[in-house]
């Protein structure tokens, strides 16, 4: 502003529009730093100065998501199994198999994952209790017959002396594991198991920890699409119904057709019912009311 010969107390659009088109800073950074200018326009503006506030940078985000395919997430387990340890202090070798494969197994984010505690856990009912994740809202997740063995060896070896307080993936000092951790354990598997972490110029991100999840919801798809099921969204439209889904090979495709059910029809009666089973069996829950209800984040429309 200096060098562009500013001497009154005000700032033109031209002004700031230069000095924008001059930040030499990536996308997300430049978005940043014209936030804080908008701010602080608005705050010359309290006090009587002409500042031009220019709208908010709206950044075209490219991001395409990496999907495992089933070989590779085969490879990357072995890798994790075999996974060297570095240092006697991260056990790698111990948590690592055991989160990838939860991951991945439960769609979960890796927030989520290290911040389970041994009493989210419910060993009976096969079940996981997040709490306060994405939107401050807790809801739980179901486990696979094979994954809670997995998760009862880890928890015995671990855990010899257990205490519900305690984090089911912890450090040596007994804290969470950072979420940085995963990540950089992972990086190591994918070397081990020869799988690339830039395969295409648009994942400028690379293959990371949260690819598990976005591999856990199209692996699911695929999987009853595969067993002649129709796919429902959780999504409804109030004018139209549960929009359908189907698969062209690997491609997802929405094939147009609205499933619409009335409130008092056997299908949602049958639906609401077989949730509220689900949740009566859990121990942590209320036991009336529809709070409850809105707590089982996976309660499938699968038909």
Request: glycine content about 6%; charged content about 25%; some cysteine.
């Given at each position: ?95 690592l198999p055991v989160m990838v494969r939860m991951l991945y197994g439960c769609g979960l984010r890796v927030g989520e994952a ?112 595969k067993r002649g099921m129709r796919i429902v969204t959780r999504k409804y439209v109030p004018h139209a119904g549960y929009i ?60």
């Open positions: 502003m200096i060098q562009s010969g500013m001497v009154k107390k005000k700032l033109d659009g031209i002004i700031v529009d230069a000095w924008i088109n001059s930040l030499n800073v990536g996308g997300n950074t430049k978005a940043h730093y014209v936030s804080v200018y908008r701010q602080f326009a608005h705050y010359l503006t309290g006090l009587g100065y002409k500042a031009y506030i220019p709208p908010p940078l709206q950044i075209k985000r490219n991001y395409t998501p990496y999907v495992f395919t089933s070989a590779e997430m085969k490879r990357l387990f072995e890798a994790c199994d075999n996974i060297p340890a570095r240092r006697s202090l991260t056990k790698a070798e111990v948590w290290v911040s389970l505690q041994n009493k989210d856990i419910d060993w009976t009912e096969g079940t996981l209790l997040i709490r306060a994740a994405k939107g401050n809202k807790d809801r739980l997740v179901p486990m696979s017959n094979s994954l809670i063995d997995v998760c009862r060896t880890y928890h015995s070896i671990a855990h010899p002396f257990p205490n519900s307080e305690d984090f089911f993936f912890y450090n040596h000092k007994k804290q969470p594991l950072s979420t940085l951790t995963p990540y950089i354990w992972l990086r190591r598997a994918l070397e081990i198991a020869g799988i690339d972490r830039h395969p295409h110029p648009k994942q400028l991100r690379g293959v990371c920890v949260h690819c598990l999840r976005h591999t856990f919801a199209v692996h699911t798809l695929q999987l009853q699409s359908d889904y189907g698969f062209d090979g690997d491609t997802l495709l929405h094939s147009g057709k609205y499933i619409k059910y009335p409130k008092n029809s056997n299908c949602q009666r049958w639906m609401k019912r077989e949730t509220s089973r689900k949740f009566r069996n859990c121990r942590v829950l209320p036991r009336k009311g529809n709070y409850y209800r809105r707590l089982f984040d996976y309660w499938w429309t699968l038909y």
